[in-house]
């Protein structure tokens, strides 16, 4: 074979590879596509709860009541779970009942544990009702004082398991519940006068 057909031969090989090289590699490389992971922003926990400072006083059952006041800000509330503890040996609770702050609730829990001084209480919005934003009375709590109670004053307090359901939170939308403290004093709850007997 000739020298020149040899070299031909060998420069068409290298022309061939050449552009096999060329078409493989120049190619447009297809875009991987940047997945970013959106973060679904939650309603912050704004809900505040707390108990009204003063009793009132109803005459037809000589009983006193607590309004359990709540602010929800931009929370939009569909249940409220309150749980609270009190001093049995200073008030007796007869009875807790739902406020105006939920338009005709759903009563989901209700129960007064008059020996270790608890409420459970829960009620929610109906389904297919619109969620509740703002300020209002979420329930009436009423008690009646222990006669003969030496105690000038007693605490009511709100336990960590008080929970707010809300629209859009997967956890509790409350930021805090604050309890009060009653006077009995103030209540004709005055210490028993201790008597005596003649021949002593």
Known sequence: MPKRTLALIVVLILITVGLVWLSVYTQPQPKTQV????????????????????????????????????????????????EMSYDPKAINVTDILPGTFLNNPIVLLKKIDEQNGRVSYAVAIKPGDETISGNGTIAKLVFKPVLGSKLATTEINFLPTTEVAAAGNAKSSLKSALGTTINLSTLGQQPTPTTTSDGE
């Open 35 to 82: 997945v970013q992971k959106q973060t679904l922003k939650l309603p912050p926990a704004v809900t505040t709860i707390a108990l009204s400072s003063t009793p009132d006083f109803a005459a037809t059952s000589s009983s006193y009541s607590l309004d359990v006041k709540i602010s929800s800000g931009e929370n939009k509330v569909t249940a409220v779970q309150l």
